[in-house]
């Protein structure tokens, strides 16, 4: 995720460890310059998690408090950032869960496998934001057969037959529109996957 910032990781760490030793003491303001750089990030996370933008701006109210009293737990050596964003993610689940309990059925299409950890779960949540927005750059045509394929789980048989075009057509369009949405989102790619997709 680029930006402004050009520090390096190195660089980032220890201009955390400076804030969170600052914090730790009580500083306030030393507090909100670590926390408000991870706002729009955070609520972005909490929105995905919780399908609900009340119940996800109070998740991030209450990362926040959380991460203000756990202050001093946190190794002054280590970023600040995914310590925060792993906080935000186990209190999320925990309403997930919680939720489920009472109503008995889950509220999010958004709903992370149990053995996902923190992390995994907010790269999922941002490629999934990076994969709609390069998809609705996409002619009017790629976007229908990608959405088709890729979310749906159709056939190139069945979008061809849906759509009137040829199965080769079709091909062309996924294999066209996969080469776009490769360079538009920059994801590690799983070659086991891709060489499986090619294949279809």
Known sequence: ???ADSSSPDE????DAALVARAQRGDGAAFDALITPLL???LRVARRLLNDEHDAEDLVQDACLRALDRIEQHDQ???FGPWFMRLLVNLGLNQQKSRRVRRHQPLSEFTPSVSATPDRIVEDVEIHERFTVAVAALSARQRQI?????VEGWTTTDISQEL???PQTVRWHLHDARH???DALHLLRDPE?????ENE
């Open 77 to 79: 050596q280590r970023a």
């Open 180 to 182: 776009t949405l490769r």
């Open 1 to 3: 995720m680029g930006g």
């Open 12 to 15: 980032s760490t220890a201009n």
């Open 40 to 42: 729009p990030r955070a």
């Open 193 to 197: 996957r891709e060489a499986t997709s």
């Open 146 to 150: 990608v959405m088709l394929h890729e």
């Open 164 to 166: 009137g075009l040829s």
